[in-house]
């Protein structure tokens, strides 16, 4: 190929901006291993690197004839190189900042569902176990816990004494913490 009329870059260019595709193909064995190195030492990623001189030269090719390269066409390749690199890796730190970004989103939603789903299980649990209480003793200690009623107010709208109702939620807690207490101990050794 070195006996070729095309040995300067001037003349090289030129003849690649009429069409030339023996101006072509010495160009493209002229600089395709140089720039390959070029982009793979960037890079890391040899396939990577390949992809970008086939882009390079397919680029070249197809818009030679719009080309404005005056004389250097070495620094326009490495230029082009360089700009080829540096949008692979930004794409690349895109990918990577998204493959983050959605691994922390299903890490949450699934901590939160998870954490829903237990929610819906202890209340459920805590529900049944206070419909299990004796009629009386549910009654008062809804009236107490759920609408938030006094031992006074509660004692009134029920016509028992306040020391009834004391008695009344504390038998309930104390039914409560035997019933859950083994249901919460089971929950922290499995981790359910």
Known sequence: MSALPFNDE??????LQEGDRLAF??????YKGLLYVHASKHLKDQ?????????????????????????NLTAYLYQAVRNRVINQ????????????????FIDHVQVDTDHR????????????EIA??????????????????SHKEIAEQLNIS????????????KILRL?????FIFIYFTGI
Not at 10 to 15: A, E, G, P, R, T
Not at 25 to 30: D, K, P, Q, V
Not at 89 to 104: H, M, T, V
């Open 25 to 30: 193909e010495i160009i493209y064995h002229r």
């Open 89 to 104: 890796q930004l794409k690349s730190q895109r990918a990577d900042e998204y493959i983050d970004s959605l691994q922390g």
């Open 132 to 149: 299990s209480l004796p009629p009386k003793m549910r009654m008062v200690f809804e009236l107490s816990r759920k609408e938030g009623l």
């Open 179 to 183: 019933r859950l207490g083994i249901l």
């Open 47 to 71: 396939e990577e690197a390949k992809d970008i001189i086939h882009d390079i030269f397919s680029n070249l090719w197809q818009n030679r004839t719009a080309l404005h390269i005056q004389e």
């Open 10 to 15: 001037k003349n090289l260019l030129h003849k």
């Open 162 to 173: 306040e020391q009834s109702v004391r008695s009344h939620v504390k038998g309930a807690l």
């Open 117 to 128: 789903v237990r929610e819906k299980m202890l209340t459920a649990l805590i529900e049944h």
